[in-house]
T-cell receptor, first 110, second 113 residues
């Protein structure tokens, strides 16, 4: 089964509110990747974190990699309707095979 | 530069029928993958090919076969479709192993009735 757990599964927010999704792995990861999938679309790469404790920002999105390299988070400040979609984390497990979390589906009410 | 192209985009099959999903990438990537996506299940790896000439089972390989025809092309075959195989299928590729960024095709919506 899945060894990369992601919570919450669903999140509904009002436009302008913040949003956070969390990713936890049962094993130490060499890196963590985040993808976004718009409704009806395909997953698109957002970012990769490699270093312990790393924090990266993309405009209103902040990505963190835990000190133990077993967890990660994605935080969106002041959500907009364009943020709607499902956010996946993914980490290499079973050797080098990438395992995806189940995703967090974000809906934003205007 | 089209990236990852997969066909068909939509397909309806009757139980027991066979079909092949085609995939090609023009990024000169070594690794290619087939995933299926079901509601609430995330992306599950069916098969992958780390390099031309090699294929390996992923998390959910039963009922599927693959062929890495050349470096560009990686096809997925359903020999005898079952309703449980109704899903969205994504082909993907990456430069090296799965630790690298994965680029997805636009998906193939398959319904088995």
């Amino acid at each position: 089964g899945q060894q990369v757990m992601q919570i919450p599964q669903y999140q509904h927010v009002q436009e302008g509110e913040d949003f956070t999704t969390y990713c936890n792995s049962s094993t130490t990861l060499s890196n963590i990747q985040w993808y976004k999938q718009r409704p009806g679309g395909h997953p698109v790469f957002l970012i990769q974190l490699v270093k312990s404790g790393e924090v990266k920002k993309q405009k209103r999105l902040t990505f963190q990699f835990g000190e133990a390299k077993k967890n990660s988070s994605l935080h969106i400040t002041a959500t907009q309707t364009t943020d709607v979609g499902t956010y996946f984390c993914a980490g290499p497990q079973y050797g080098s095979r990438l395992t995806f979390g189940e995703g967090t589906q974000l809906t934003v009410n205007p | 530069n089209a990236g990852v192209t997969q066909t068909p985009k939509f397909q309806v099959l009757k139980t027991g029928q066979s079909m092949t999903l085609q995939c090609a990438q023009d990024m000169n990537h070594n690794s290619m993958y087939w995933y299926r996506q079901d509601p609430g299940m995330g992306l599950r790896l069916i098969y992958y090919s780390a390099s031309e000439g090699t294929t390996d089972k992923g998390e959910v390989p039963n009922g599927y076969n693959v062929s890495r025809l050349n470096k560009r092309e990686f096809s997925l075959r359903l020999e005898s479709a079952a309703p449980s195989q109704t899903s969205v299928y994504f082909c993907a590729s990456s430069e090296g192993g799965q630790a690298n960024t994965i680029y997805f095709g636009e998906g193939s919506w398959l319904t088995v009735v």
